[in-house]
């Protein structure tokens, strides 16, 4: 079997410690994706042609066997008796995934899988890309590993697997998210988007709508200086470090615009050219800097636990009424809210959750959260084992089951009519603002966002740019010095992928 050999996945971190030490430490996501062999959203669900592999390259079979496929990565019949999967979940979404887990288990289907928390999805990355023979046989990462995966040839896309079908109908924004050259890489499971979060009672008492939330950022702004205003919040929203990327390849695909050039990296050749000086990117930074000097946003710089905004919410003292954040908390904060333990101890009176689309230019977002890939380990019977797996997670059923309890997206239409979604929907609305967001969202290369080489690298680069605007530092040359490092970072990425 042939078979690309995995690059040493972080020399292009080791190259932005270089590039933020010798350039200085700035103060200290519109074309469609390939139609053919595809369903109606674009993108290949069906088996690829046995004379093609699924990554998009020419099969090349030995000289032996001239004119045969090459042999299958991933079994249909015979499957492994144990399997290992790497997750990166946490609190309750890593509850419910572990108790599907024990019910898979229990089911007698003839496979045992041990489930490990690896960390975020950065360090499930490094450690994959540390080891070569315990390495799992399902790994969870998010898109911004996607090209990474793709370019190593260590996974197997579910099309050569049997649990193909269980993709064909992918809301089209998800399938385009984690797909290159038209074919999706990975089972997309805890699917999420950024959300704004805000507690509803406060925005009453600050003679806002809670029913009419802000859309764009003019009408965050507003919203955010009238609760200033009132006093009911000494701040309007919770700003982090997080926006750096938000600003940047969200607002791209609110607007029509490519993140990174070609296609976004879409396609079989990777994304070689960025440019994050652009007039629309310039004006978000400068935008969000004049919120923070005024005071109606409330600047923490990073935001490590994912819940440091959050607590702004409930402090009366120095806190905020509303913040961007991840449409995956809704389902805990809703449970830790329920429990009382933030109702105010002199009135009594509880926060009220509500939460709502990010505001910004145009309308949508990129997917967030992540998605199971199937580890190429030469034994196709783990392959195989771990298809079944990810294929019963992404079922409508036990699906449906996770998202109604997370706040994570229903990643097709047909979960909508489970009972356990539609009573957790009717119980705690703001669970479906992220499948509101993406339901209708199209398939193409804008709204999938970049699949570039260096992710995690290039998110990192976009949080320290943010935050040296934020210090002062000009955003026009900010943005311009990280173009620069960032399309170095690509650069150095391209020159690594194996031919």
């Not at 971190?13 to 369903?39: I, K, R, W, Y």
């Not at 979960?415 to 199209?442: H, I, K, M």
Request: glycine content about 8%.
């Amino acid at each position: 079997m042939t078979h690309r050999t995995w690059r040493r996945l972080f020399p292009a971190g080791m190259a932005v410690a270089v590039f933020m030490a010798t350039a200085g430490c700035q103060g200290a996501e519109n074309d469609p994706l390939p139609s053919a062999n595809s369903d109606a959203t674009g993108t290949t669900v069906s088996a690829p042609p046995d004379d093609s592999l699924s990554n998009g390259e020419s099969a090349s079979a030995p000289s032996s066997s001239v004119g045969t496929s090459p042999p299958p990565r991933c079994a249909d019949d015979e499957l492994a008796a144990e399997i290992v999967v790497w997750h990166a979940l946490s609190n309750d979404s890593e509850t419910k995934l572990i108790e599907l887990v024990d019910r898979y288990n229990a089911m007698g289907a003839g496979v045992t899988v041990e489930l490990v928390r690896t960390g975020n999805y950065f360090e499930s990355l490094a450690r994959f890309a540390s080891v070569s023979d315990e390495r799992p046989d399902l790994l969870m990462v998010d898109a911004r590993g996607l090209r990474d995966l793709y370019d190593s040839g260590s996974v197997i896309p579910p099309i050569e697997c049997s649990g193909a079908s269980s993709l064909a109908d992918l809301l089209p924004v998800i399938a385009s998210t984690y797909s290159i050259d038209g074919v999706v890489q990975s089972f997309p499971f805890n699917v999420s988007v950024p959300a704004l979060v805000f507690d509803a009672a406060l925005f009453r008492a600050a003679g806002l709508d809670p029913a009419q939330p802000p859309r764009t950022l003019a009408d965050l702004t507003v919203a955010a200086q009238q609760i200033v205003e009132s006093g009911v919040a000494p701040h309007g929203f919770v700003a982090w470090d997080g926006y750096g990327p938000w600003l940047v390849t969200h607002h791209n695909s609110r607007i029509g615009e490519l993140s990174g050039l070609p296609d976004n990296g879409r396609k079989v050749e990777p994304v070689t050219e960025v440019d994050f000086a652009t007039p629309q990117i310039v004006e978000s930074f400068e935008w969000l800097r004049a919120r923070i000097e005024d005071g109606s946003a409330l600047w923490i710089g990073g935001n490590p636990s994912g819940t440091d905004d959050l607590l702004r919410l409930v402090d009366d003292v120095g806190g905020a009424a509303m913040t961007v954040t991840t449409s995956a908390v809704v389902g805990d904060l809703s449970r830790v809210l329920a429990a009382g333990a933030f109702d105010d101890p002199a009135t009594g009176v509880r926060p009220e959750l509500a939460a709502a689309p990010m505001p910004g230019p145009g309308t949508g977002s990129l997917v967030g959260g992540g998605a199971f890939f199937v580890v190429d380990n030469g034994d196709p019977s783990r392959a195989g084992a771990a298809a079944a797996l990810a294929s019963w997670l992404t079922d409508p059923a036990q699906h449906a089951e996770f998202a109604a309890f997370t706040g994570f997206s229903p990643i097709r239409e047909a979960e909508l009519g489970e009972p356990v979604l539609q009573d957790a929907w009717a119980e705690t609305s703001p669970l479906r603002v992220a499948f509101d967001v993406l339901a209708d969202l199209p398939a193409d290369a804008v709204r999938a966002g970049p699949a570039w080489g260096a992710g995690y690298e290039i998110d990192r680069l976009l949080f320290e740019t943010l935050t040296a605007v934020v210090e002062g530092s000009d955003p026009l040359e900010s943005l311009q010095l990280a173009t620069d490092q960032a399309n170095t970072l690509l650069e150095f990425y391209n020159a690594t992928i194996p031919d």
